[in-house]
């Protein structure tokens, strides 16, 4: 069965201090990635995602993410945090051909940036 | 606004009562999906449809039950509410074809006391 893990729980930052989060999968398929974002009381929405090619994707806000595959990794990086940035961040997979479509999602990240 | 809308946004109910949360996807998308995030389970797959059928299941329990009509919208169903059920219930959406990417709604928040 597929499993997202999700390294840390909680981080806390200064702001304009590099954000590195990370996320390892299991799976032996091929997969598609991606990271989501939660801001407090909102809905999730997606911060970017890997489907195929360059493994390092960029997404909205500043957010990078690098696939490396022999480590079934999913590192989501940014190099100066707002306080703006303070929500929760999932990283979930979807395996390509599996049933359905669904993400499976790990643990979460809860970010928190000091002013 | 990702265009997914989820009824009610806030329910608060009783041991023991049923509940129906309802989900209205994205125009154009015919997959919906359920999710549960509770603090202790993080956000759990419930289930999903596809075009009224039911594609995938996950941790759903047996007190639950969800449909998907021939508008597209989905209906969850929670009977026999326990005070661990109480959570966010959130609907996605994603359009035909490959990818995975899901639009989510802005979650029901269910109390049971």
């Known amino acids: 069965a597929q499993s997202v893990s999700q390294h840390n729980h909680h981080v806390i930052l200064s702001e304009a201090a590099s954000l590195e989060l990370g996320c390892n999968y299991s799976y032996g398929g091929t997969v598609n990635l991606f990271w989501y974002v939660q801001y407090p009381g909102q809905h999730l929405q997606l911060l970017l995602k890997?489907?195929?090619?360059?493994?390092l994707v960029k997404g909205i806000k500043g957010f990078e993410a690098e696939f490396i595959k022999s480590k079934f990794s999913f590192n989501l990086r940014k190099p100066s945090v707002q306080w703006s940035d303070t929500a929760e961040y999932f990283c979930a997979v979807n395996a390509r051909g599996n049933q359905g479509g669904k993400l499976i999602f790990g643990q979460g990240t809860e970010l928190s940036v000091k002013p | 606004d990702s265009g997914v809308t989820q009824t009610p946004k806030h329910l608060i109910t009783a041991t023991g009562q049923r509940v129906t949360l309802r989900c209205s996807p994205r125009?154009?998308?015919?997959?919906v999906y359920w999710y549960q995030q509770s603090l202790d389970q993080g956000l759990q797959f419930l289930i999903q449809?596809?075009?009224?059928?039911?594609?995938a299941k996950g941790n759903i329990l047996e007190r639950f039950s969800a449909q998907q009509f021939p508008d597209l919208h989905s209906e969850l169903n929670l009977s026999s509410l326990e005070l661990g059920d109480s959570a966010l219930y959130f609907c996605?959406?994603?359009?035909?074809?490959?990818?995975?990417?899901?639009?989510f709604g802005e979650g029901s928040r269910l109390t049971v006391l």
């Open positions: 890997y489907f195929s090619g360059d493994p």
């Open positions: 125009s154009g998308d015919l997959s």
């Open positions: 449809y596809y075009n009224g059928e039911e594609r």
């Open positions: 996605a959406s994603s359009p035909p074809g490959i990818g995975g990417e899901l639009f």
